[in-house]
């Protein structure tokens, strides 16, 4: 886990910047921030939805403590948000309800 600042925004004249996609539509965010800073940037205000109800959710603390910014990532569900960095060319969904996980989903490197 890095401990660098993932929701900085660089001060250049013209950041460096990466496309991502959320649910298939193209965002360009700038480089070196995290996941759910870039989603928040790009515009996006329902990460997920809750379990019971189907409630939209975003995220709340931005540090990893209270879960309200799972997506899937790269085709992996639940993951973290605020907590993983952008790269270019990274997938990222909506997660609607709970999770469901494949058998050989946990642990693996990203």
Not at 5 to 16: M, T, V
Request: charged share 20%; proline share 5%.
């Amino acid at each position: 886990m890095t401990t660098d600042a993932l929701f900085s925004i660089s001060q250049k004249s013209k950041p460096e910047t990466v496309t991502i996609t959320f649910d298939g539509k193209d965002l360009t965010v700038p480089a070196g921030i995290s996941v759910a800073a870039a989603l928040l940037v790009g515009g996006v205000h329902e990460f997920r939805s809750s379990v019971v109800g189907r409630v939209p959710r975003a995220p709340y603390c931005m540090m990893g403590v209270c879960f309200e910014c799972l997506v899937e990532i790269d085709g992996v569900p639940a993951r973290q948000s605020c907590l993983v960095p952008v790269k270019e060319g990274m997938a990222v969904r909506r997660q609607i309800g709970a999770a469901h996980l494949n058998e050989g989903s946990f642990g693996e490197e990203l």
